[in-house]
């Protein structure tokens, strides 16, 4: 069974930074796609930033330079470093992360969610 734990968030000025983690529990084969999705009130849920199995990253073009996403495999854990933060940043933050639970056998999960919130 496959668990995921997400951490970090909080309330933040605008300008400031805020650290996510996303580790992945329980028992599996393998760690493929590692990502952030965010959900801004009253819309829908969005790409933030992917990073593959082997290290190449994808970030949305509003998060591009202000935003760094990265993995530790020996962990199981996927990180968000966003720095100059903005009101439009608030949101709801999901990590997903795309697992071979079985042999050949794949399956997308999502983090709890965890509240980002930019404001003065």
């Known amino acids: 069974q496959v668990q995921l734990v997400e951490s970090g968030g909080g309330l933040v000025q605008p300008g400031g930074s805020l650290s996510l983690s996303c580790a992945v529990n329980?028992?599996?084969?393998?760690?493929?796609?590692m990502g952030w999705y965010r959900q801004p009130p009253g819309q829908q849920r969005e790409l933030v930033a992917t990073?593959?199995?082997?290290?190449?990253?994808n970030y949305e073009d509003r998060v591009k330079g202000r935003f760094t996403v990265s993995r530790d495999n020996t962990k199981n854990t996927v990180y968000l470093q966003m720095d100059s933060l903005e009101p439009e940043d608030t949101a709801v933050y999901y990590c997903?992360?795309?697992?071979?639970?079985?042999?050949?056998?794949?399956?997308?999960?999502w983090g709890q969610g965890t509240q980002v919130t930019v404001s003065s």
């Open positions: 990073i593959s199995r082997s290290g190449r990253t």
């Open positions: 997903n992360i795309d697992i071979e639970y079985a042999v050949k056998s794949y399956k997308t999960f």
């Open positions: 329980g028992s599996f084969f393998s760690i493929q796609t």
